[in-house]
């Protein structure tokens, strides 16, 4: 990874005082060169801006929007100009800013300034690259047309809520923790609760919800082949837990319950444990946790 990028959305708010926005584009500053990258919703797609806000005029929008394009357009042309053409151009930046020394972050912090505009920048982050137009391309395809946000994500954020209260009411929640980490520098994975023990680099056990709840048998193969995928690529790796139980949400009925019931059978001969996301007693027997026997002095 060689660029780090600060990155913010481009928000359009055209009532402050409520807070209601939709983002329509992204820009990013390079940390080393200050080259600017930006890009922005194509003016005449407003079907969404028109659903949240449609009383608001919107020829005022598409100007707004359009003087924004020009803005950002002119600046990047006057901070790009030290770009050196024969490098790796523009997805590497290979320029040098003779005026400001490296880490600079007076030009992201210019363009990412409050203002009194509908226009705003909503979130600010950094992250590393070795593309950065493909950075900018990712974040737009995030932050603007809401690729890779599926409702098995939110789905299955509550299902870690709901085993992080039953953790809590047997006294449980104090050994398990997020590991976002589990793995190798290769390869690794996230585990929403883990039980990892002082002088242990892998979870001795982990417990990870799993949607199967979805509309479609496809679905429901889709995202359970990725789980079987990832238990077989940390035991190839020996970094599976001793212990990895998947607590899982599933369809009971048509095609739907056969496809759950292949995906659950597939985490077993895979060696994993499954439990029903009601089977409460399963569930905290397995997270139970034996705590080493505590020596005491006794005088004498």
């Known amino acids: ?28 500053v390079e940390c080393r060169s200050r080259y600017l990258g930006y890009r922005l919703l194509p003016a005449q797609r407003t079907k969404r801006v028109r659903s949240c806000f449609p009383e608001v005029d919107i020829s005022l929008y598409r100007t707004g929007l359009r003087r924004l394009d020009n803005e950002l357009s002119t600046l990047a042309i006057e901070t790009n100009i030290w770009s050196d053409d024969s490098g790796t151009g523009k997805s590497h930046p290979a320029q040098t800013d003779l005026f400001f020394k490296e880490g600079n972050t007076e030009l992201f912090q210019h363009v990412s300034r409050p203002r009194n505009s509908p226009f705003f920048h909503p979130v600010k982050g950094t992250r590393l690259t070795n593309d950065m137009d493909a950075a900018i391309d990712e974040l737009f395809a995030k932050y603007v047309e809401h690729q890779n946000l599926t409702p098995i994500d939110y789905e299955e954020k509550k299902l870690v809520r709901d085993l992080k209260v039953m953790l809590r009411k047997a006294k449980l929640d104090r050994y398990y923790r997020e590991c976002p980490r589990v793995g190798s520098e290769t390869y690794h994975v996230g585990i929403p609760l883990g039980y990892l023990p002082e002088g242990h680099e892998t979870p001795v056990k982990a417990i990870k919800p799993l949607n199967l709840t979805q509309s479609s048998p496809t679905r429901i193969y889709t995202h359970g082949d990725e789980w079987i995928a990832k238990v077989n690529r940390l035991r190839s790796l020996g970094m599976l837990p001793d212990e990895f139980l998947f607590a899982v949400s599933r369809s009971n009925e048509g095609p739907e319950k056969q496809a759950a019931e292949d995906i659950c059978q597939g985490l077993i001969n895979a060696g994993a444990q499954v439990a029903e996301i009601h089977e409460v007693e399963k569930i905290l027997s397995f997270a139970k946790v034996d705590e080493p026997e505590v020596l005491e002095l006794v005088a004498e």
Request: net charge negative.
């Open 1 to 28: 990874m060689e660029l780090v990028l600060h990155y913010a959305t481009i928000g359009y708010r055209p009532y402050e005082e409520i807070g209601e926005f939709v983002n329509v584009g992204v820009l990013a």
